[in-house]
């Protein structure tokens, strides 16, 4: 029995991930940047994150860099086939320290941290599983679609007088 199709990897790991630990923002405020590079292709991310006007933007993009080379370094993917499936923020430790104030007084200051989590997964391993393991079902039936073009013609059919 001669096998038609190429072998299917499905063990193939296809997601590489940065995390970056201890940073000094709030996760509000990262999680506003994050939202608006998930699902996207790398270069595309890159370009974003370059032109926003936020200081989120570069602790983000250092990690999306670095996600980038380890995929590159682990997988050997090309970079212009990844795309950022899961990026998420959590909230880290905040520093708490006492400023002192008039009359003896002491006033809290919080310093929040959070956790970034940039996943990146390459989608030309997605396209050699899926194209080489599908195939037709034989109960399925192939229909032709059949456009007509004179309808839409210049000849007048559907002129308006």
């Given at each position: 029995m001669v096998n038609r199709y190429p072998p299917v990897?499905?063990?193939?790991?296809?997601?590489?991930?940065?995390l970056g630990r201890?940073?000094?923002?709030?996760a509000n405020k990262a999680r506003r940047v994050?939202?608006?590079?998930?699902?996207?292709?790398?270069?595309?991310t890159l370009m974003i994150l370059e032109l926003m006007p936020?200081?989120?933007c570069y602790p983000i993009f250092k990690l999306v860099?670095?996600?980038a080379a380890n995929?590159?370094?682990?997988?050997?993917?090309?970079?212009?086939?990844?795309?950022?499936?899961?990026?998420?923020?959590?909230?880290?430790?905040?520093a708490k320290k006492l400023k002192p104030r008039a009359r003896g007084r002491s006033f809290p200051i919080k310093r929040t941290t959070c956790h970034i989590t940039i996943v990146v997964k390459d989608i030309s391993f997605d396209e050699v599983v899926l194209f080489s393991?599908?195939?037709?079902?034989?109960?399925?039936?192939e229909y032709t679609t059949l456009v007509y073009d004179d309808v839409y013609s210049s000849e007048g059919v559907w002129d308006k007088k």
């Open positions: 990897v499905r063990n193939k790991k296809t997601e590489v991930y940065a201890h940073i000094s923002l709030s994050v939202d608006q590079i998930r699902g996207r292709s790398y270069e595309e936020y200081r989120a860099y670095s996600a995929a590159s370094y682990n997988m050997g993917s090309n970079e212009a086939n990844l795309v950022i499936s899961k990026a998420e923020v959590n909230e880290g430790t905040t393991s599908l195939k037709k079902p034989r109960w399925k039936k």
